[in-house]
């Protein structure tokens, strides 16, 4: 009997506390893979460590494949928080009712795109894109990049009255801006369109010869990317829970974790600051109207 007492009164706190872990949900994020996957993980592994510390619930950071399999996530509810560039952070949105862009980087506000050139194609840097890149290969990152392809569509466009297939003798998706930079530099393309934070990121650690590859056109300034989290998380994670995370990532402040991105600080967002984003992918088509 006293024992039997006894094993109850163990119990007694488990029972208690077993439904409330049970109830515990983990955060989730992801990023676009816009660089190799393991730079990703060592980037993002210790914003997951911030990000739980901050909020106060477990936080995951959970790698992806490709740009479409990080908005298919999102749609999914298998993340409820991502770092995605403008145009797959537009291309989320619209899949989630009540989706909100919280929080973007400092340089954000005013992106950019680096065209670069093998040595060998013989095109000097301007201030326009010379008439000396037609004929030439080309690739682009991803296929649903800002940065890799989108807005080098838009100016590719703007600048010749075509498509880049009708530019180009040869078109490819190298798939991340790494990529990019490596397949130019090789000689495998002549040209490419590269975000310009990886390009001066790699150039800094020493990943680029100058030598062989060199850029040759900077496109006008342009927003990119952004955090987007779900509508749904204060109905998961409580009331105030998303303005939590947004106050959280507007005061990261550590240096090694901003360095993550790179980004020098982070400044509020909203949807409409996108709405150029998707104005152009509907213009080209990347996108419904």
């Not at 409820?80 to 899949?95: D, E, H, P, T, Y």
Request: proline share 5%; net charge negative.
């Amino acid at each position: 009997m006293v024992r039997c007492v006894l094993v109850k009164a163990l119990l007694l706190p488990l029972l208690i506390i077993l439904p409330v872990l049970a109830q515990a949900e983990t955060f989730v994020f992801t990023a676009i893979p816009d660089e190799d996957e393991s730079r990703l993980q060592q980037r993002f592994g210790k914003v997951a460590d911030y990000l739980s510390d901050q909020l106060g619930v477990e936080v995951r950071y959970i790698p992806v494949k490709s740009y479409a399999a990080a908005i298919t996530a999102f749609r999914n509810d298998q993340v409820q928080l991502a770092w995605f560039g403008g145009l797959s952070g537009v291309q989320a949105r619209r899949l989630v009712p009540g989706a909100e862009a919280l929080a973007q980087g400092f340089e954000d506000q005013f992106f950019k795109t680096y065209f670069i050139a093998h040595k060998s194609a013989g095109i000097e840097p301007g201030a326009e894109l010379a008439e000396a890149v037609k004929g030439k290969t080309f690739t682009f990152g991803s296929k649903g990049s800002t940065s890799g392809r989108l807005m080098p569509e838009y100016y590719l466009r703007q600048a010749f009255s075509a498509a880049p297939a009708d530019i180009f003798s040869r078109v490819g998706f190298s798939g991340d801006h790494s990529r990019t930079i490596a397949q130019v530099q090789s000689g495998a393309y002549q040209l490419g369109a590269v975000n310009y934070a990886v390009w001066e990121n790699m150039l800094k650690q020493g990943d680029i010869n100058e030598d062989k590859v060199q850029v040759i056109w900077t496109t006008p300034t342009y927003p990119d990317y952004q955090w987007s989290i779900r509508g749904d998380v204060d109905q998961r994670f409580g009331q105030g829970f998303k303005e939590k995370v947004r106050t959280v990532l507007l005061e990261m402040t550590d240096p090694e974790l901003l360095a993550s991105f790179p980004r020098k600080s982070f400044v509020p967002a909203n949807n409409s600051d996108y709405a150029p984003i998707e104005a152009t992918a509907k213009a080209i088509g990347l996108i419904d109207q």
